[in-house]
């Protein structure tokens, strides 16, 4: 007798490429000068380019960064030029940022899904808050500089004493799927002008204040594309600092038949895609004439995970 297999809701089939970390943050180390000293001493520097770009080779498996010695750097810990990663097995993370681009490394917004676990981890944080660093320069109260603290992880105000913290500013991004089955047949995906020729994607958008995560979905997806959508779920979530945005994932139904409206100026385009289709692009981007987002993007792993889903 055959066994019927009940189909259920799809669910990413592995962690996005840039929410893999493998090194401990050691957040209460952030005011322990003394270890911050001895950990520097045999420390390993993340080196980042302004364009989030950092040395690596490949090993097998996969691409793991290329560390420089912290004590060759600078004989001791400066929190206005490194930030402290974390610690693992012993050992300090640090990064500093180059001014000098180099075109050779590989940046993390297309290249990060190629970097080991540990890679991976360390640069997302490393462009994140150096980023966040260029950027805080000056107190949004008074307007005085602020200097870096708490081993790279806060920022004072030489005026007022204001201290700022790193922001991350939370966005949904949503596969909308229609309802033929429990996971659908077909997708919505959609392009902004400002994309690659034939570049589509799921929905994506701000939350805003006073706004949870699931009204945003439905939000955002009536506003970019004209429908309504349903049993809205959380898929996972993934950092992406360009500059500091938490992309957290969900997916939600909608009719099988719903008409798309493309938001005008902000959506150049909107279209169901069956299964078969996105599956090609995937595996045969060169003959397709769909073409989807980066495989560093939370948007891959999610289309991944349902083309894997019946």
């Not at 498996?61 to 912290?70: P, T």
């Not at 610690?87 to 990060?112: I, M």
């Not at 699931?214 to 992406?240: K, M």
């Amino acid at each position: 007798m055959t066994r019927c297999v009940e189909a259920t809701p799809f669910e990413l089939g592995a962690p996005p490429a840039l929410s893999r970390s493998t090194v401990d943050r050691q957040e209460p180390l952030r005011d322990d000068t003394a270890h911050l000293g001895e950990l520097w001493r045999e420390g390993r520097l993340v080196v980042v380019d302004p364009k989030g770009r950092a040395p690596a080779r490949e090993r097998p498996g996969a691409v793991g960064l290329e560390f420089r010695s912290a004590a060759e750097f600078a004989p001791e810990f400066d929190p206005a030029t490194a930030v402290f990663l974390g610690e693992q097995d012993g050992a300090g993370f640090w990064a500093v940022r180059t001014d000098q681009e180099h075109p050779d490394w590989p940046e993390l917004r297309f290249g990060g899904h190629l970097l080991d676990d540990t890679g991976a981890g360390l640069l997302t944080t490393a462009v994140g808050l150096l980023n966040w660093h260029e950027h805080s320069r000056f107190c949004a109260v008074c307007g005085a500089r602020t200097e870096a603290a708490r081993a790279g992880w806060a920022r004072v105000c030489t005026g007022c004493g204001r201290e700022e913290y790193p922001r991350t500013d939370p966005a949904v991004i949503c596969l909308v799927h229609d309802d033929d089955g429990v996971n659908g047949s077909r997708v919505v995906l959609a392009r902004q002008p400002s994309w690659p020729p034939r570049r589509y994607s799921v929905l994506a958008g701000f939350v805003e204040v006073g706004e949870s995560l699931e009204a945003t979905v439905r939000r955002e997806v009536a506003e970019e594309v004209g429908i309504s959508v349903r049993a809205v779920r959380y898929l996972g979530s993934q950092p992406w600092p360009f500059p500091r945005s938490l992309m957290v994932g969900f997916a939600a139904v909608t009719d099988r038949d719903a008409p798309l409206h493309p938001a005008a100026g902000e959506i150049e385009d909107a279209r169901w895609f069956t299964r078969d289709e996105v599956r090609a692009a995937m595996h045969h981007p060169t003959s397709s004439d769909l073409r989807l987002p980066m495989g560093s993007s939370i948007a891959w792993r999610m289309l991944e995970s349902w083309v894997a889903a019946s």
